[in-house]
């Protein structure tokens, strides 16, 4: 485990940067794996974020997402398929009845005669070299993988859900603020407008203006037709097929604020609840078990099997008929065909074996750069928060001037367009912060 945490990308320290206007945090700078713990905590990580709007999205989802349900079926299917592959390791009973009427020809003197039978049968496959053994543990890991992806398909489905969550709230506070934008834009493009108008300043300074303004509203367009995504995406998520929560959806609300584990579980854990690593470790044994299935094809098969049964005619009194048998069965010739069977299922074995050690190497690096990109994510949160606080000071400077006749409004204005791309730089940040921290969780299996 130690050589390959050492393959992993390790990532150098950041230096830190500072302004005149604001303190700005120091870069965090990762050199090992995060510290382990024995068992996480929070493995309800997504209440963290305490939005009730966001916990009945995903409730709703749980109950009618139509991937969850398609996931489900299938381990519906998996575990049927277990229980009708095991059957076979027992014996086999069944009753059978008939009863007929008509002439059976000379046997009978050509007479219609009435005949009843009933019988009892049973049957067993001694399976002496366990071909249907490996047949049913193949089965039961085949329903264990179907498990470990019902879990990875609540986990991914949960995951979607949040980031298209977060990215609807995120483009509606950006929506607000850059409306706030191309408001003041506007008011300086006439401002500026007025004074090329009376010679003041050139053409080209009005008309750079203007771009801006319209600028502005092609960005107001985009997160407006960002915002209709998100909540289309949310309804189909979710298996709202008639949108009935899309009304809880459209009016603004908070990013929720996930914030990311302080420690990371121990690897050992993190290859053992991981559902794809489930998944990938069943595959493998069902893989094993195949082969060995296939194998046993290559020796005889004994079953044995009898019936106990009763016979009444119209011609006759009623007899009690039984019988026993074993049956051996040996492939002698079939050019090839077991041989091929058991070269594809080791085949097939090799394969899982190689996507079993593939997944634990990329789950690992997968864990560290969730680490990674939280860290990183935290750290230009905090950057952003301190350059908004710093163009809030500027604003409210800039509004005492023009309060005080210092200086014009449309310096006032420009301030407050330097104000909300400040606070669109905020709300990005945090967006990414909290869908870094969700996503993290999400690597380590929880």
């Not at 230096?15 to 090992?32: D, F, M």
């Amino acid at each position: 485990m130690r050589k390959l945490l050492m393959l992993l990308p390790m990532l150098g320290a950041m230096s830190a940067c500072s302004t005149p206007t604001a303190n700005l945090p120091l870069a965090p700078a990762p050199v090992a794996w995060p510290a382990p713990v024995a068992a996480h905590a929070n493995t309800a990580w997504w209440t963290g974020g305490s939005d009730a709007t966001l916990m009945n999205l995903l409730a709703t989802a749980d109950q009618n997402s139509h991937e969850i349900r398609i996931a489900t079926a299938r381990l519906r299917e998996a575990r049927a398929a277990h229980v009708a592959a095991r059957s076979f390791l027992f014996p086999d009973i069944a009753a059978a009845g008939v009863a007929q009427r008509g002439d059976i020809g000379l046997t009978y003197g050509n007479r219609t005669i009435n005949i009843a039978q009933g019988q009892l049968n049973a049957s067993y496959d001694l399976d002496l070299f366990g071909g249907l053994k490996a047949r049913s543990k193949a089965a039961r890991a085949n329903a264990t993988t179907a498990e470990a992806s019902l879990a990875d398909v609540k986990g991914a489905v949960r995951l979607e859900i949040i980031a298209a969550y977060i990215g609807l709230r995120q483009s509606q506070q950006s929506l607000a603020s850059l409306q706030t934008t191309a408001s003041s834009a506007h008011a300086v493009s006439a401002s500026l407008r007025e004074q090329w108008q009376k010679g003041l300043i050139t053409e080209g300074q009005w008309r750079a203006a203007d771009s801006d303004a319209r600028a502005a509203d092609a960005g107001v367009s985009r997160l407006t037709d960002a915002r209709e995504q998100y909540l289309n995406v949310l309804s189909i998520l979710t298996g709202d097929d008639e949108m009935a929560l899309r009304a809880s959806l459209e009016t603004p609300g908070e990013i929720p604020d996930f914030e990311p584990s302080e420690a990371a579980a121990a690897p050992l854990a993190i290859l053992r609840d991981r559902p794809d690593m489930r998944m990938a470790e069943s595959n493998l044994t069902a893989a094993r078990a195949a082969t060995r299935s296939a194998q046993a094809a290559l020796f005889p098969n004994l079953s044995i099997g009898a019936f106990l049964g009763s016979q009444d005619t119209s011609v006759g009194p009623t007899a009690d008929v039984w019988n026993t048998a074993a049956t051996v069965y040996m492939p002698l010739l079939n050019f090839g065909r077991v041989k091929g069977q058991i070269d594809a299922a080791s085949a097939r074995e090799v394969q899982a074996y190689e996507a079993y050690r593939l997944a634990a190497i990329a789950v690992l690096a997968d864990v560290r750069t969730k680490w990674v990109a939280a860290e990183q994510a935290d750290y230009r949160a905090q950057l952003a928060t301190a350059d908004m606080q710093a163009s809030a000071r500027r604003h409210a400077e800039a509004d005492r001037q023009h309060t005080a006749g210092l200086i014009p409004k449309i310096a006032l204005l420009a301030s407050t367009i330097q104000l909300e791309a400040s606070r669109r730089a905020l709300i990005d940040a945090e967006a990414d912060r909290s869908m870094a921290a969700a996503a993290l969780y999400r690597a380590q299996g929880l």
